[in-house]
């Protein structure tokens, strides 16, 4: 079965050349099949390889196509390999991508672009799948880069507003400040190691160095500078909220489901640098927390219903980014699938709405779209209550609990700050919910998802309530297939000293939850006119306007970074280095005009001159 | 038959060619020019016979004679070239002949 494990990614790779060749030239059915059958089939072959694994009983499959260049000894191969964690990443990445990709053909029906938006989603699809294939971290860092690509062509894919065009370069150039991170880790675990295989590394490293040594500190940190840029973590977070003038798949896609979890991908594949790094653990786990908060926060004053879903994304990833820096890795890995279900729903509704409100994101313009779009509203209200973490019967409760069991038993404090998380994220989530859904209706909807739409949000809601059952605690069974598949590649957390029970810190965690949702409930689902009231001060408004603007960030960036750089351009506007080459330039054009007024074609004049100079050469032939 | 002294002949000479250089300098018309290269050609076919002279060889009298034979080449060119410069300038003002300015 190995033998074709290249198919995965190179099914989408041959879908994109081929819209990109012969796209002008099919109409939208054509188009939409191709790109939604590529995916599809990627996803056929990734359930086969998977269904290969798991009854043989296997650690993975591996193939190896080719060595990519060879200098010396350092000579990196196309490698792909899939174990128990690339399994999870491959199936949700070709599974909820499907999904995406066939409510797509209904969201961009009609647009100018049609093929060449699939062509680059086929692309991304491809890139993503060799970041989580690679055995080699050079192949990996080309996938890295890939995805990077495709999500700045798809922020910018209407480029005929020059908003987009500046998200699309914001995402971008934020995102390479990380990449530049993780480049100088590559650099070094390559001129330590003498190879980037993933396999070898992660068997020499811990033996080569010793744990808190500073170079594996250095590294991990440097690893998680690449994480930090490409998940949206505190502080290069301000790209993903502008990601959003992307059409709406794309942020489904790339901006929710996977790319931004790649660098949840790279801190767990490269886990053992990790472990040698306590420090780096440390920040990781920090890094997390601050980010939820933060990002949730920010969520609860944004308007554009698309702009609250992208916080609540970093919210989410900074979970995330919490398991990992606990050493709760099957719970990050968990977290990561049901949030790909639940947020890929969200978003895909959203987009319903958006399309049914003629492209209206405000949600203080829609309200009351409860009766008028039943489906696009149950399948929300599904995917609300797992990202709330509704206690039971939604799969971001079970995600959540694994990470905040696992955060407690290392520190309180970060319990602390993922439990406050858990109030904002119910508190924002249904927030949302009540201001698009209940209330007064504002406007008429005008477009109704099509039966594709609605297989892709229908499938997803049901995925998003049982998708808890891959990882169940202990007190309800401890049925966690999930978690013992993860065995081989991830440790499982040492359980540690936890300050009470699971039992009841889910219970804690429940009520902290319905609280955040009762809240909203009281707040935008009853009492609007206290709420006015509240916001009515000179000191809500300000601190309305703060959050609305992600607590600052980019103004901060704006006045450390951007004002002096644009400063410094303006300042060396005539490039003082280009001085010198152009000076030359001047000074030789000079010269010459100067000459040339010599040759003035009076022939007496030459001859003055050359009897001038004969005799000069004979004064100082003589007198010399 | 009196010697006339080497410093002399040569002081003629050099003074001849100085006034040939001159009137090529300061004439305009083409014509002079011509006369006075004429005259800057034999001024140093006198310091050749003077040179001769006082060295009792015979090469410088042979130098003349090649002397001679150049100048009347270049006349019959010179005046070939000024015939043509007439024609297409209808004037013989060197200063008018400046096509070549840079």
Redo the contacts between chains.
């Keep these: 079965m190995a033998h074709v494990l290249w198919l995965i990614p190179a099914l989408p790779l041959v879908g994109f050349l081929f819209l990109a060749i012969f796209g002008r030239r099919l109409g939208e059915n054509a188009a939409a099949a191709v790109a939604v059958s590529a995916v599809t089939g990627a996803f056929a072959v990734a359930v086969a390889e998977t269904a290969h694994i798991v009854s043989g009983n296997l650690t993975g499959v591996q193939q190896t196509l080719w060595t990519w260049i060879r200098i010396g000894d350092f000579a990196p191969r196309w490698e792909f390999s899939l174990d128990h964690l690339s399994v999870c990443f491959v199936l949700v990445i070709t599974g909820v991508g499907a999904l995406i990709h066939l409510y797509a053909t209904d969201y961009m029906h009609g647009d100018e672009s049609y093929s060449r938006f699939f062509a680059y989603m086929n692309l991304f699809v491809a890139s993503m799948l060799t970041v989580v294939l690679a055995d080699d971290l050079l192949v990996l860092y080309l996938g890295w880069e890939g995805v990077g690509l495709c999500s700045y062509l798809l922020i910018g894919f209407w480029y005929k507003d020059p908003a987009n065009g500046r998200a699309a370069r914001k995402a971008f150039v934020v995102t390479r400040v990380g990449d530049a991170a993780m480049a100088v880790a590559l650099f070094i675990l390559a001129t330590h190691f003498g190879t980037l295989r993933i396999p070898d590394l992660l068997q020499q490293v811990p033996h080569t160095w010793v744990v808190g040594q500073q170079i594996a500190t250095l590294t991990a940190f440097m690893l998680l500078g690449g994480a930090i840029g490409k998940s949206a973590q505190v502080p290069l977070q301000v790209w993903l909220p502008d990601a959003m003038a992307g059409p709406t798949p794309v942020s489904a896609l790339i901006h929710a489901a996977t790319m931004v979890t790649a660098g949840v991908y790279l801190i767990a594949r490269t886990h053992p640098i990790f472990e040698i790094a306590p420090t780096a653990m440390h920040a990781v786990a920090i890094v997390g927390v601050v980010t939820l908060l933060i990002a949730g926060f920010a969520a609860l004053a944004q308007r554009d219903i698309k702009r609250v879903l992208a916080y609540s994304t970093i919210s989410q990833i900074g979970y995330m980014f919490l398991a990992l820096g606990v050493g709760a890795w099957s719970a990050a890995i968990f977290h990561f699938v049901t949030h790909a279900f639940f947020k890929a729903l969200l978003f895909l509704a959203s987009g319903s709405v958006i399309l049914a409100m003629h492209h209206e994101q405000d949600m203080f313009e829609m309200g009351g779209l409860r009766k008028k779009l039943p489906v696009t509203f149950w399948t929300f209200l599904a995917g609300s209550l797992a990202l709330a973490g509704f206690p039971l019967i939604s799969a971001g409760f079970y995600s959540k609990d694994a990470i905040l069991a696992g955060a407690a038993e290392t520190n309180l404090w970060l319990w602390v700050g993922g439990l406050l998380g858990v109030g904002l994220t119910g508190l924002y989530t249904f927030r949302m919910v009540f201001i698009t859904f209940f209330g007064e209706a504002k406007h008429e909807p005008h477009r109704l998802p099509s039966p594709a739409a609605k297989t892709a949000l229908i499938t997803l809601a049901v995925l998003s309530i049982i998708g808890g059952g891959l990882m169940l605690p202990d007190y309800m069974g401890g049925f966690a297939p999930l978690g013992h598949f993860l065995e081989p590649v991830l440790p499982t957390h040492e359980a540690g000293h936890a300050p009470m029970s699971e039992p009841v810190m889910a219970l804690i965690a429940s009520l902290v939850a319905l609280s955040g949702i009762g809240l909203a409930w009281w707040l935008f689902g009853t009492r609007p006119a206290f709420l006015e009231r509240l916001q009515s001060g000179a000191f809500a408004r300000g601190l309305d306007r703060f959050m609305l603007g992600g607590l600052g960030f980019d103004t901060l960036y704006d006045f450390v970074f951007i004002r002096p750089f644009v400063g410094l351009g303006k300042l060396n506007h005539r490039d003082v280095i280009d001085g010198v080459y152009e000076g030359t330039a001047a000074l030789t054009e000079m010269g010459n005009h100067e000459v040339?007024?010599?040759?003035?074609?009076?022939?007496?004049w030459y001859?003055?001159a050359t009897?001038g100079g004969a005799a000069l050469l004979l004064g100082l032939a003589i007198w010399g | 038959m009196t010697q006339i002294p080497f410093e002399q002949g040569l002081m003629l000479a050099g003074l001849l060619f100085a006034l040939g250089?001159l009137g090529?300098?300061?004439r305009?018309n083409l014509l002079f020019?011509l006369m006075s290269v004429e005259i800057m050609l034999n001024a140093s076919a006198l310091a050749f016979v003077v040179a001769g002279a006082r060295w009792g060889q015979p090469e410088g009298q042979v130098m003349v004679l090649f002397i001679m034979a150049t100048a009347a080449a270049e006349a019959s060119v010179g005046l070939a070239l000024i015939l043509q410069v007439h024609r297409l300038l209808h004037t013989l003002d060197?200063?008018e002949?400046?096509?070549?300015?840079?």
């Design positions: 040339a007024r010599t040759q003035n074609g009076k022939l007496r001859l003055a009897a | 250089l090529v300098m300061v305009r020019i060197a200063d002949a400046n096509r070549l300015r840079g």
